[in-house]
């Protein structure tokens, strides 16, 4: 059985950085692109951050370029969303995706297959 599991979410400072884990298990996360997305309440999910598979190049969302940095974990079959300087516009549920059929990053939500069920990162002084 495909599942993808989210951890790390919960509520920060302004400033402050979160570490968020995607632990994989019956699929490997190092064949096919892999991303982030994210969900504020009353509003449509977002694309964050994605990494293709073939070169390990890394892409993110001009709101988050040079605070978040994504990585994979080959071994522990993890893919990791390291949030930095965070902002309360960074409040969201935060979803991590694979997809089963490109290796080439994307940052619509069509191309991802499977998804995690979700964390809830809340930034709030």
């Known amino acids: 059985q495909v599942q993808l599991v989210e951890s790390g979410g919960y509520l920060m400072q302004p400033g402050g950085s979160l570490r968020l884990s995607c632990a994989a298990s019956?699929?490997?996360?190092?064949?096919?692109?892999i991303g982030w997305f994210r969900q504020a309440r009353g509003k449509e999910r977002d694309w964050v951050s994605c990494?293709?598979?073939?070169?390990?190049?890394?892409y993110y969302a001009d709101s988050v370029k040079g605070r978040f940095t994504i990585s994979r974990d080959n071994d522990k079959k993890m893919v990791v969303l390291q949030m930095n300087s965070a902002k309360p516009e960074d409040t969201a549920i935060y979803y991590c995706?694979?997809?089963?059929?490109?290796?080439?990053?994307?940052?619509?939500?069509?191309?991802?297959?499977?998804w995690g069920q979700g964390i809830q990162v809340t930034v709030s002084s």
């Open positions: 019956g699929l490997s996360l190092d064949v096919y692109a």
């Open positions: 995706a694979t997809s089963q059929t490109t290796i080439n990053a994307s940052g619509s939500s069509r191309a991802y297959d499977y």
């Open positions: 990494m293709s598979s073939s070169d390990g190049s890394t």
